[in-house]
C-alpha cells in the first residue's frame, strides 16, 4: 500500500508504542514512522527515544515497554 493512502479503518481503539535510539536504524525512520501512522489515522502512538540504545535493548527500554503493557493492557502488573 502507497505510504500517502488513507487507511479507511477505525484505528482510534490500537494502541501502539514505538520505540527508537538505535544505531543501525536512524532515529529519525522512528519519527518518520511515527508521523506516517499518526497521520494514517493511529490516534494511540506512543514513541520513546533512548540515546546510545544499540541494535539490542537495554533494561531502560524493557521496563518501558513492560509498565506501557501492563498500562495499556490492563494487565496489572509491573
Known sequence: ???NMK????LN???????SGDD???YQHGEKSARILSSSGFQNLTLRTYEGL???TIPEET??????LSANL????T
Open 7 to 10: 487507511l479507511d479503518l477505525n
Open 54 to 56: 544499540g541494535h539490542y
Open 1 to 3: 500500500m502507497p505510504l
Open 63 to 68: 521496563d518501558e515497554i513492560c509498565r506501557w
Open 24 to 26: 543501525v536504524v536512524a
Open 13 to 19: 481503539g490500537i494502541q501502539m508504542v514505538l520505540v
Open 74 to 77: 490492563c494487565l496489572g502488573g
